[in-house]
């Protein structure tokens, strides 16, 4: 039986032929001191789909100058968002939740299983995985929560639970969900929440900034369908907001590295808009299905700090999708389109 605290199960006697579900996240470091997010941050800067360079010299890179300094940098930064009562970052805490709301969208069907896991640290997907067979699962869904395909990070998923399936003897059979950048419930999902924020605020947003995750130029010239997607989930954000769709403008955040990645960078992009005269701006990332690092800190404090400091005046985030009703229904349709000749009610 799933631990309640991580996952959901069926019937504990029900054994063979259950189907489970694995949704899988990035991560989040087990604490903000020094050791769990050096421990969090080796994991995720030593894959090779993250870091695409010659393995002997990010090595070395990696730990003579990164893992000895950027921990306490991310650790001040982790510590901001911090649920002290949990002892856990949001995205761990709106993934289990989405998790349980999944399930319940999904309880008609008694021989399907939701659990979650994370790609980097704690709980992995190798545990996951394995606790969903050792419950009686011969068919596994993998959800990789990324609405826009990547090799960074999609791909990354698939990698690991594969590596997972070459340690076992006796296999289930797997599917995956694919990028759901373009799906309807999920571009209703995300105008609803953020016309929601917008009816909330007291003065209309000027600019719109719909902030994507960075990626090196160099992924998408190798091939990486990901710029082409988060271009296509802006057009259908604006086709579905009508005359506030005109204030809609891409960016991207989380630049790591010297090298040239995505452009317009939030940053630059927000000074510019500040000093051109700009004083109201909203800032959406439909490309996190959850609140987490990069929406809480960078972008919520960071980035506020940043136009307050040019002269801005109003800076306000939208909430991730999280555990919201507009999510469960995606979800739920995302895996019963999915699943389809495996689930029976």
């Not at 040239?260 to 808009?273: G, K």
Request: glycine share 8%.
């Amino acid at each position: 039986m799933l631990d309640p605290g991580t996952g959901t199960s069926g019937d504990p006697a029900a054994g063979d032929g259950k189907i489970g579900v694995l949704l899988v996240n990035l991560g989040t470091p087990d604490g903000t001191g020094y050791w769990p997010v050096r421990r969090y941050l080796a994991e995720f800067l030593w894959d090779r789909r993250v870091i695409e360079t010659a393995r002997l010299p990010w090595w070395l890179i990696l730990h003579g100058l990164v893992l000895p300094r950027r921990p306490f940098r991310s650790g001040r930064a982790y510590a901001k968002i911090w649920d002290r009562e949990r002892n856990e970052s949001p995205i761990k805490t709106i993934t289990r939740k989405q998790c349980a709301g999944i399930a319940e969208a999904l309880e008609r069907f008694p021989n399907l299983q939701i659990d979650w896991a994370m790609r980097y640290g704690t709980p992995s997907m190798e545990e996951r995985f394995l606790a969903l067979t050792e419950a009686g699962c011969d068919r596994i869904l993998l959800f990789p929560l990324y609405p826009q395909y990547s090799a960074t990070s999609t791909a990354s998923v698939q990698d690991k639970a594969f590596d997972v399936l070459k340690g076992m003897r006796l296999q289930p059979a797997i599917r995956t969900v694919p990028a759901f950048y373009d799906h309807p419930l999920y571009i209703d999902a995300t105008c609803a929440s953020l016309l929601s924020h917008l009816n909330s605020l007291a003065r209309k947003a000027d600019v719109i900034l719909v902030s994507f995750h960075g990626l090196p130029l160099r992924n998408i010239e190798l091939g990486d369908p990901y710029l082409e997607q988060c271009r296509r989930t802006l057009d259908l954000m604006k086709e579905r907001l009508g005359p506030e769709g005109d204030k809609l403008e891409m960016v991207f955040q989380s630049r790591f590295g010297r090298e040239a990645w995505l452009q317009p960078y939030a940053e630059p992009r927000v000074r510019e808009l500040a000093r051109s005269g700009v004083r109201n701006i909203v800032v959406v990332a439909p490309g996190f299905v959850a609140d987490c690092l990069e929406t809480l800190e960078e972008l919520a404090i960071g980035l506020q700090k940043v136009f307050e400091e040019e002269g801005g005046k109003h800076f306000s985030t939208v909430p991730c999708l999280n555990d919201s009703e507009g999510a469960r229904r995606l979800f739920a349709a995302l895996i019963q389109n999915e699943l389809a000749g495996w689930l029976h009610e």
